[in-house]
């Protein structure tokens, strides 16, 4: 497990580096994809080498290359489960990348309609703080200090939306008519609150300001999304080079000693 999610935090790196985030179109998903299939491969490759220790009580790679009896066969199998598994078992691709603090973070799971532009107030706040303790902040997954209603999309965009739709569209002859007629939403778009902390906040507010692009790490084994059963997706998957026998013993594809035939 601890593989796997170094795995997944090194993917969350390379995502930062490269300004990519959980609401980057198409290339957040295929980003978290990928980072899940290394992670799934590294978590193999760390389970090949534990049972290798635990048949001959040699820590492997010390008295040969790092990369010897590493199968190709092994990395791909292992990538493609990986990938399976953790979607199977509730985990959001796109979930895997830093969030951006301006748009829904990666940990987001439940939010709640926003009472317009105006702050939470205190019966939205009781049921913030029930989501913050439970899923921790939308952005970063912490569950310290106090917790803000953050508005999705962020105010000041929503007030953008509206200027530029008015001077755009609503003064040229029947555009409003023909839109309500096809049932195309005309009004802004519709803000909700989500749990978020205050760092997450004052970066968020900097961030919109200056329009600028602000991305935060975000806990690895986060509790968003539909279900945390995927945190064991990299100890399920180590469980497959276990299957044909005990620790101490030889099984298919291993010799006495542990390693690959």
């Known amino acids: 497990m601890g593989a796997f999610t170094a795995g997944l935090a090194a993917a969350q790196g390379v995502g930062m580096a490269l300004r990519v985030s959980c609401a980057t179109p198409?290339?957040?998903?295929?980003?978290?994809?990928?980072?899940?299939?290394?992670?799934?491969?590294?978590?193999?490759?760390?389970?090949?080498?534990?049972?290798?220790?635990?048949?001959?009580?040699?820590?492997?790679?010390?008295?040969?290359?790092?990369?010897?009896?590493?199968?190709?066969?092994?990395?791909?199998?292992?990538?493609?489960?990986?990938?399976?598994?953790?979607?199977?078992?509730?985990?959001?691709?796109?979930?895997?990348?830093?969030?951006?603090?301006?748009?829904?973070?990666?940990?987001?799971?439940?939010?709640?309609?926003?009472?317009?532009?105006?702050?939470?107030?205190?019966?939205?706040?009781?049921?913030?703080?029930?989501?913050?303790?439970?899923?921790?902040?939308?952005?970063?997954?912490?569950?310290?200090?106090?917790?803000?209603?953050?508005?999705?999309?962020?105010?000041?965009?929503?007030?953008?939306?509206?200027?530029?739709?008015?001077?755009?569209f609503f003064k040229l002859p029947f555009v409003k008519q023909a839109a309500e007629a096809l049932a195309i939403p005309t009004g802004p778009p519709k803000q909700r609150y989500y749990p978020q902390c205050t760092s997450c906040c004052e970066k968020q507010s900097a961030a919109v300001r200056n329009d600028k692009l602000k991305l935060v790490f975000h806990e690895v084994l986060h509790h968003g999304g539909r279900s945390q059963a995927w945190h064991y997706a990299g100890t399920l998957l180590g469980l497959r080079h276990y299957s044909g026998g005990s620790a101490g013993g030889g099984s298919a594809g291993y010799g006495a000693n542990g390693r690959r035939r």
């Open 26 to 168: 198409v290339v957040g998903p295929v980003g978290g994809l990928l980072g899940v299939g290394l992670a799934s491969a590294a978590a193999g490759q760390a389970s090949i080498a534990t049972r290798q220790y635990l048949a001959d009580r040699k820590v492997p790679g010390v008295q040969a290359p790092p990369f010897r009896g590493v199968r190709s066969e092994d990395l791909v199998v292992d990538a493609l489960l990986g990938i399976a598994f953790f979607k199977v078992m509730g985990g959001r691709f796109r979930s895997v990348m830093p969030s951006d603090v301006a748009k829904v973070g990666a940990i987001a799971r439940e939010s709640m309609p926003a009472a317009g532009v105006e702050y939470a107030t205190e019966k939205y706040r009781i049921e913030l703080r029930r989501l913050f303790r439970r899923d921790g902040c939308h952005h970063c997954g912490t569950r310290r200090g106090a917790v803000i209603g953050d508005h999705m999309p962020p105010n000041k965009y929503v007030k953008e939306y509206v200027k530029t739709a008015e001077r755009a």
